[in-house]
């Protein structure tokens, strides 16, 4: 019934003091999903036609850009196969080029950041409306899985970096509890502690449960392994890295409840997720161009290749056939379901190692880049782990870094290793890729 009420009263009324239209965006997009794949199609052409324009006439960058190919205006861009000859964005043309790329006429731009799963932090901006877009994006494709607007969730999820004031998490709390959800911290959980967040999951009794893949995997695990009764949600979704099927089934079987796998990226942040008839990844195609190309950059379907996307609404910084860091398969079939978005029939991403302890305590490898993105002053890093007592970790520093980032760091990573590990800061002027020519955010040799 709080769904209802939430989705239909309580939400509308926020959003009419909020100034926002999320609700409505959610209500279009979902009326999508009627559509025939043909008319998908033609309005992501429509949506990619007016976005070309504007960054033609509202960025200094992209004009520039597509002059090297020969792209002088909208009229060179006439079919998908044109826009696929514009040249690929990297991390790197973003950083050099960021104000060039921001548009001339943004205004109240969202600043965000990414947490650098290249050990590269990342920093882009959005407009207001292309924020709300995304959320309502979000909350479709968590809506057709069973966790969607107003669903009573519990989220084993990353915490906020730091310690919060007394006013900021009751604040919090009444947030979370509006939108009718519960917030474990998946950072601090270890095999220590790991019977508190069962007791956690049976107290609130979710409807359904988003989480991390790896520290759901690890307290199924631990679930089962100790034949501990667990509250069985009606869904369970995952994200944030690839999920495996060894994975899925011992996830699976913990709970006794389907899993759906997502993925995503804070650049766009849902991109595709699972159908419950047949767990097939449907890509967001209304809201974004998804395309996959090879190592000599031309596009290719059928096999794995590296993902690069393009936001239909982010007018304020347009991110255009812009490489993410992640790889994936695309495949040109139907799925069978009812859904009529395309497919993305696998996620070929990195996964992050887990940095251990003597005790048996774990630290997911995704702590590192959410913790390292607030410091402007880290241009590139990794964490590395040869002894079972002693965490090297690799910086490459600008100006900004000073002595107490250094002790912010230390103290972050101690409340989750509790005074365990040795931490070695070194300062480099460089970080060696691995033998295949990737950078790894975090090594463990154990």
């Known amino acids: 019934m709080y769904t209802a009420i939430f989705r239909h009263v309580l939400m509308p009324m926020y959003e009419l003091v909020k100034g926002k239209n999320l609700v409505e965006h959610i209500t279009h997009y979902e009326q999508h999903l009627t559509w025939t794949p043909e008319e998908l199609k033609q309005h992501q052409w429509q949506q990619l036609r007016k976005l070309l324009e504007h960054a033609f006439q509202h960025t200094s960058f992209y004009p520039k850009f597509w002059a090297k190919v020969g792209i002088h205006s909208i009229d060179d861009i006439n079919t998908m196969s044109d826009f696929a000859k514009l ?13 060039d790329i921001v548009a001339n006429n943004a205004k109240n731009n969202i600043k965000k950041a990414t947490g650098g799963s290249t050990g590269q932090p990342f920093r882009f901006e959005l407009d207001i409306e292309s924020n709300t877009r995304r959320e309502a994006i979000m909350w479709r494709g968590y809506g057709w899985l069973g966790a969607g607007l107003g669903q009573k969730t519990l989220y084993l999820w990353g915490a906020d970096i730091g310690q919060p004031t007394l006013f900021k998490s009751i604040k919090n709390n009444l947030y979370h509890r ?12 270890n095999t220590n502690n790991m019977h508190t967040y069962v007791e956690e999951i049976n107290s609130y009794r979710p409807t359904a449960l988003v989480s991390y893949v790896n520290p759901l995997y690890e307290l199924a695990r631990f679930i089962i ?33 389907e899993v759906y796998n997502t993925f995503g990226c804070r650049e766009f942040m849902l991109m595709s997720a699972e159908c419950q008839e047949h767990k097939k990844l449907h890509i967001n195609s209304d809201h974004l161009v998804v ?14 290749g590296d993902l690069v996307v393009t936001d239909l609404y982010n007018y304020g910084m347009p991110l255009i056939r812009y490489v993410n860091g992640d790889r994936a398969t695309l495949i040109d079939q139907a799925c069978g379901c009812e859904n009529p978005l395309p497919i993305m029939s696998s996620i070929d991403g990195r996964k992050l190692d887990i940095i251990k302890t003597a005790s048996g305590k774990s630290i997911p490898g995704e702590l590192f880049p959410h913790l390292f993105k607030e410091f402007i002053g880290i241009d590139k ?8 007592s002693r965490l090297q970790i690799l910086l490459i520093t600008n100006k900004h870094f000073t002595e107490q980032n250094r002790n912010d760091i230390a103290e972050e990573i101690n ?12 300062l480099v002027d460089d970080i060696p890729l691995t033998v295949s020519g990737k950078h790894r955010v975090t090594i463990c040799e154990l």
Request: one cysteine or more; charged letters at 25%; a negative charge.
């Open 381 to 388: 890093f990794q964490v590395k782990q040869s002894e079972i």
């Open 178 to 189: 509006f939108y009718n959800r519960k917030i474990l911290n998946s950072f601090a959980m």
């Open 291 to 304: 395309e996959t190309v090879n190592d000599i950059g031309q596009s290719i379907t059928g096999e794995s």
């Open 415 to 426: 409340k989750y290793a509790e005074n365990e590990l040795q931490l070695v800061f070194d």
């Open 225 to 257: 392994e100790h034949k501990i009764s667990v509250f069985s949600p009606k869904t369970i979704l995952t994200g944030a890295e690839p999920l495996h099927e060894f994975q899925r089934q011992v996830i699976e079987k913990a709970f006794n409840c």
């Open 87 to 99: 040249p690929l964005v990297t991390k790197d043309d973003i950083t050099q080029h960021y104000r």
